[in-house]
């Protein structure tokens, strides 16, 4: 898979895909940069990655490094600045029947289920689609992270799962997967208002989104999170103007 390698000071070494077709933009080709994953990881050079724009899934830790593309940018959420719109008030306001409680991130068959019909809807036919269970879990969850999964739900009936990095002053979403047939709840939009409310109650000051995708409509709702801080050019900004 690797064909390049580079060191930075914490001796990380990092690969590069060759080329592929992209999962969000098909006119587009990709190629991801991994973190070396013999190196082991903890939750420090964890957190100084997320800060370099990286991203979890499972063990791996990624980002895109496209030959003739920027369109994925990192965002996170200034936890102390943000400020719900109408819209997110709504939302919050429409969703607090549920009870919403800390779980290990362990597979149940609860959570696989629910998975399955969401990707069915949202994601037919792609990647995703045919995770077995020992997939599943391994995508959501890692040995050295501190994760928890939030259920969401509606008495005994579970109707979204959150999967979430802690790392010291940040929390970082790592996959939420909802009941589809709950389209009037806006699950996506209010398990990320739950996890800037929980980010805020415990100090941290940021709240990781992963990549926002302006072309892509299923990863444009991140910019309605405002302010957001873009990572872009090496370096940081609260606004999307050099983007």
């Given at each position: ?14 690969y590069?895909?060759?080329p ?5 933009l098909?006119?587009?080709r990709?190629a991801?940069l991994f ?14 990655l997320?800060a ?18 920027r369109?994925?940018?990192p965002?996170r ?5 943000f ?13 607090q029947?549920?009870?919403?409680r800390p779980v ?24 995703m689609e ?5 997939r ?7 040995r ?37 047939d ?19 109650t415990e100090?941290?000051?940021w ?15 991140k910019?309605e ?18 983007i």
């Amino acid at each position: 898979m690797a064909e390049q390698s580079a060191r930075p000071a914490s001796r990380t070494a990092f690969y590069i895909t060759p080329p592929h077709p992209c999962s969000y933009l098909p006119e587009q080709r990709a190629a991801t940069l991994f973190a070396d994953p013999v190196v082991p990881m903890n939750n420090g050079l964890y957190a100084a990655l997320l800060a370099y724009g990286f991203r979890r899934s499972g063990e791996y830790l990624y980002r895109p490094q496209c030959p003739a593309c920027r369109a994925c940018v990192p965002v996170r959420v200034a936890i102390d600045s943000f400020r719900p719109n109408r819209n997110q008030r709504r939302t919050w306001l429409h969703n607090q029947d549920l009870e919403v409680r800390p779980v290990a991130p362990v597979f149940t068959m609860d959570h696989y289920s629910l998975y399955r019909r969401y990707v069915s809807v949202r994601h037919p036919g792609g990647d995703m689609e045919d995770l077995t269970p020992e997939r599943f879990i391994n995508f959501l969850a890692a040995r050295w992270a501190n994760t928890l999964f939030y259920e969401f739900r509606r008495g005994i009936h579970l109707v979204a799962v959150a999967a979430v990095d802690r790392i010291d002053d940040a929390l970082s979403a790592v996959y939420t997967f909802f009941d589809t047939d709950e389209e009037r709840r806006s699950l996506g939009r209010y398990a990320v208002l739950y996890e800037i409310e929980k980010a805020r109650t415990e100090g941290l000051r940021w709240l990781y989104l992963g990549y926002w995708i302006d072309a892509c409509q299923k990863m444009r709702y991140k910019a309605e999170f405002q302010p957001l801080e873009y990572y872009c050019n090496g370096r940081w900004t609260p606004s999307a103007k050099s983007i």
